[in-house]
């Protein structure tokens, strides 16, 4: 049972623009995950955030948490075409459970 | 360090047939997984283990089988394959099961079944 849920499904963006993807859960977490995944091959794992942390930042990559509302958004800052890939959020609800990941999103950057 | 190494790339198998995808690891990571991934449905947790000599089920357990007899490999088995079981295939580790860190996944399985 997937407990993210990516929003948009789809992201169609020109490069050099920002892309700001959305990730909702139901329950209670431990911390949340993101992942890119280039066509054809494994996911790579891009950041975490804790539950006790409300942004995160890695390079180009911003991730923000909200418990409150049960959401979290990574954004992407000045896109490039190599950004193209689907991205996932994952939850992990507690330490003795599993990874859950939602269905992704698809990201396109323009050239 | 190769990450973690599945094998093979892609397979076709009959209906009935059985196999096996092997999956290794040399980062010494303690936990091991095998999802299935399904256009639309994201990845599914199938099996997981969290040390050599444990393994436990996930989301999708039937039809498969898992062992861990050493910390470095992590095998899939398809008893009796069906069409269902047309997916991709990953592979995923992390250094402890405390879910701390990210998880490296390999490359994946492509599996037909026809």
């Known amino acids: 049972s997937q407990q993210g849920e990516e929003d948009p499904q789809a992201l169609s963006i020109q490069e050099g623009e920002n892309a700001t993807m959305n990730c909702s859960y139901k329950t209670s977490i431990n911390n949340l995950q993101w992942y890119r995944q280039n066509s054809g091959r494994g996911l790579v794992h891009l950041i975490l955030i804790r539950s006790n942390e409300r942004e995160k930042h890695s390079g180009r990559l911003r991730v923000t948490l909200d418990t409150s509302k049960k959401s979290s958004s990574l954004l992407i800052t000045a896109s490039r075409a190599a950004d193209t890939a689907s991205y996932f959020c994952a939850t992990r609800a507690g330490a003795n459970s599993k990874l859950t990941f939602g269905k992704g999103i698809t990201l396109s950057v323009r050239p | 360090n190769a990450g973690v190494t599945q094998t093979p790339k892609f397979q076709v198998l009959k209906t009935g047939q059985s196999m096996t995808l092997q999956c290794a690891q040399d980062m010494n990571h303690e936990y091991m997984s095998w999802y299935r991934q399904d256009p639309g449905m994201g990845l599914r947790l199938i099996h997981y283990s969290v040390g050599a000599g444990i393994t436990d089920q996930g989301e999708v357990p039937n039809g498969y089988n898992v062992s861990r007899s050493t910390t470095e490999d992590f095998p899939l088995r398809l008893l009796s394959a069906a069409p269902s079981q047309t997916s991709v295939y990953f592979c995923?580790?992390?250094?402890?099961?405390?879910?701390?860190?990210?998880?490296?996944f390999g490359s994946g399985t492509r599996l037909t079944v026809v």
């Open positions: 995923a580790s992390s250094l402890s099961g405390q879910g701390v860190e990210g998880y490296t």
